[in-house]
Nanobody, 114 residues
Framework: QVRLVESGGGLVQPGGSLRLSCATS????????MAWFRQAPGKQRELVAS???????KYADSVKGRFTISKDIAKNTVNLQMNSLKPEDTGVYYC????????WGQGTQVTVSS
């Protein structure tokens, strides 16, 4: 069974940075366009950023210019570098396939607060 394991979240002040990482199996990682999603308290899960098998990236307007998605093929990880964080970035962050998601991991909590 393929697992998704997110890490790297934490508490950070506005304007700060965090780097999230998502580990999964090689077959799932190499065969799917991948994405980061987030769910804020009381809101639906939303797409934040995606990266295709070929490396093409796309971002939600709310994070464009601040977040960077990347992947480490050697480590089978998908990463999300988050800079200039804002309180509205607070939420649980998850990774999964961009299309045809599998069972969600536990996510990693990001809290942006002074």
């Amino acid at each position: 069974q393929v697992r998704l394991v997110e890490s790297g979240g934490g508490l950070v002040q506005p304007g700060g940075s965090l780097r999230l990482s998502c580990a999964t199996s090689r077959s799932f990682f190499s065969g799917n366009d991948m994405a980061w999603f987030r769910q804020a308290p009381g809101k639906q899960r939303e797409l934040v950023a995606s990266i295709t098998v070929g490396g093409f990236t796309k971002y939600a307007d709310s994070v464009k210019g601040r977040f960077t998605i990347s992947k480490d093929i050697a480590k089978n990880t998908v990463n999300l570098q988050m800079n200039s964080l804002k309180p509205e970035d607070t939420g649980v962050y998850y990774c999964n396939a961009l299309y045809l998601q599998i069972s969600w991991g536990q996510g990693t909590q990001v809290t942006v607060s002074s």
